[in-house]
């Protein structure tokens, strides 16, 4: 008994190198990696059928109840048994494919150890088929339960499987003797080598299992590496300097010999071999990109032919090309391309069609984030507007009522007036101007204020130097000034006190406007710049206005608080992060351009 095992353990061995150099394949990797169709489960039938009729083949003759021959075997004499390992590849078989492969593979392999022949022919053959069944049923129900088909696993049925065979041989193979004889002989060892056997090859299983998340979890990992990179450059549009980019970062971090991105009539960009007559700004040179952007499929191309690029000697032989879309429509092609066809094998098609999807995404994120730009700057603008009345209707009072009195006051008022509009013209049209301009504004107002009513308002300026260049949004600072004076101190016979501090503290610029006013109270303060508010005394237009504007140019990132105490006085507070040109991201250059 124990002199069959050495020998059983070189049949596992033929089998599981067999196994080994299957697992090298493509194809094989590929059948046992996917979920099995029909088609793939009659090629798993056929396959593990092979290696039970391997190990027929390979098996050990027993002849009374010694070893008869252990090489080729095509026919075994009608006294004779066979020792092997098929009921290792059928239950693999069966566990990994379910019921159809296991009834399949264990047809094959029992009708063939039948026609073999010997004293066991028929119980092998039996038991064959039913180890293949059962095999099928407990790994369909596994899978259904949620579970994996682990090693462990494998082998504990594989060693039942060897011990039922065992049984039936027992039961139906005749003489009984003999058949009680041989189980002595072969029972422990071919239990023991093919739960073994089923060890190794659930162990190659694996590996193949295994190799298949590491490719994955490779390619999720490089494809969220290329996604990264790349996003700031897809923000910028589709244009030939965000292209190249893109191409280039596309170049360094897949398999591909050149990268090209097109919108829907030009080449806007071309990293990689044939970047002599792949040129941007040029004609689309491939009729492979135009089938593509007319057919809005994905076109993998294997041969030179089919890429029909215009240059007779283009080293480009193989190609994917993705189209981008936005809402459905086609705006452009990504385009990898391949000096050796075999170089374009089914990972990078993969990963390929995973960028395409996810450039298209991103795209459309750019799109619609262009969009909440130009909609979020017509709020602002349109919000702007409306300080323009409220200003000029309020100096169009004063005026009125200083023609009566003082017709020379009234004509400086005029072009106080005329000056602060000419100034405000170009300062309407921008999101941000400089503070020298803002501050020049509100000199302008209170001269027509003060000019109404003479040393009725102290004003004092406390500006910390250096600071005419910096950038604020318009009317930031004259409409609190403006709030002061009306609301601060209506119907008031002491001087009011206003003092304007800007600086510089922590990176960010510092507006406070205090009065020494009447206050606003509590409930008020809770809800002044977050609505407008229905009052006969204001409905604090000018603050909610304000604090639109810089949620909406600072991306929240600005702030603008009110503290106040009623018969004491008010103080708003605007921070605004030094440095930061907004959301819009404009210099002074552009800003004064026009």
Not at 371 to 386: G, M, N, P, S, W
Request: charged share 20%; aromatic share 8%.
């Amino acid at each position: 008994m124990f002199n069959l095992v050495p020998l059983m353990l070189e049949k596992v061995g033929i089998i599981v190198i067999v196994a080994f150099l299957f697992s090298q394949m493509k194809s094989f990797r590929k059948i046992i990696q996917n979920k099995h169709n029909t088609k793939e489960k009659v090629m798993l039938i056929f396959l593990f059928g092979a290696f039970g009729i391997i190990s027929n083949y390979t098996g050990v003759e027993i002849a009374q109840n010694t070893i008869a021959k252990t090489g080729w075997l095509s026919e075994i004499q009608p006294e004779n048994a066979l020792a092997n390992t098929r009921v290792m590849g059928i239950v693999i078989g069966g566990l990994l494919g379910g019921p159809m492969v296991g009834v399949g593979a264990g047809l094959i392999a029992g009708v063939h150890r039948y026609m073999l022949g010997g004293f066991t022919a028929f119980s092998c053959g039996i038991s064959t088929i039913i180890a293949g069944i059962v095999a099928g049923y407990l790994g369909r129900r596994r899978k259904q339960n949620g579970k994996k088909i682990t090693a462990t696993f494998a082998v504990l049925i594989g060693m039942i499987m060897e011990a039922l065979q065992m049984l039936i041989i027992l039961l139906t193979a005749k003489p009984y003797e003999q058949a009680w004889n041989l189980v002595q002989l072969i029972g422990f060892p071919m239990i023991f080598v093919n739960g073994f056997g089923t060890l190794l090859f659930m162990f190659i299983i694996q590996s193949i299992m295994r190799d298949e998340v590491r490719v994955r979890a490779n390619q999720t990992n490089r494809a969220f590496q290329i996604a990264d990179q790349t996003l700031p450059f897809f923000r910028q549009g589709l244009n030939t300097h965000s292209c190249k980019e893109i191409s280039e970062i596309m170049l360094e971090l897949t398999d591909a010999d050149a990268v090209a991105v097109t919108d829907d009539h030009q080449v806007l960009a071309h990293v990689g071999a044939a970047s002599d007559h792949h040129t941007p700004k040029a004609n689309l040179a491939t009729g492979l990109t135009k089938r593509a952007l007319e057919s809005g499929k994905i076109l993998v191309a294997k041969t030179k032919e089919e890429i029909f690029c215009f240059q007779s000697h283009c080293p480009l032989e193989a190609a994917i090309v993705l189209p981008l879309k936005v809402k459905n429509k086609i705006v452009g092609t990504l385009k990898m391309y391949y000096s050796q066809p075999e170089k374009l094998d089914k990972v990078q098609q993969q990963l390929a069609e995973g960028l395409g999807n996810l450039f298209s995404t991103q795209l459309e994120l750019a799109e619609a984030e262009r969009q909440t730009k130009l909609l979020r700057d017509a709020e602002i603008k349109a919000l702007q507007a409306q300080i323009h009345p409220h200003f000029l209707f309020n100096s169009i009072n004063t005026i009125s009522a200083l023609c009566r009195t003082d017709v020379d006051k009234a004509r400086k008022l005029l072009l106080e007036l005329s000056s602060f509009f000419r100034g405000n013209l170009q300062g309407a049209r921008q999101m941000l101007i400089p503070l020298e301009k803002e501050l020049e504004n509100v000199r302008s107002y209170i001269s027509l204020e003060q000019t109404r009513f003479p040393n009725k308002y102290f004003i004092t300026f406390q500006i910390e130097p250096n600071l005419n260049k910096v950038l604020i949004p318009p009317f930031t600072l004259q409409p609190l000034v403006e709030n002061a004076i009306h609301y601060g101190f209506p119907g008031s016979k002491n001087q009011g006190d206003i003092t304007i501090r800007i600086f510089t503290k922590d990176n960010k610029l510092h507006i406070i406007v205090v009065d020494n006013g009447k206050g606003i109270p509590e409930e008020r303060i809770r809800v002044l710049g977050k609505q407008v508010v229905n009052s006969k005394k204001g409905n604090g237009t000018a603050i909610f206005n304000i604090s639109e504007r810089l949620n909406g140019i600072y991306s929240g990132q600005a702030s603008l608080t009110i503290k106040s105490q009623v018969d004491f006085g008010t103080t708003v507070s605007i921070s605004i992060p030094l440095g930061s040109k907004g959301v819009f991201d404009r210099d002074v250059e552009s800003l004064y351009s026009g």
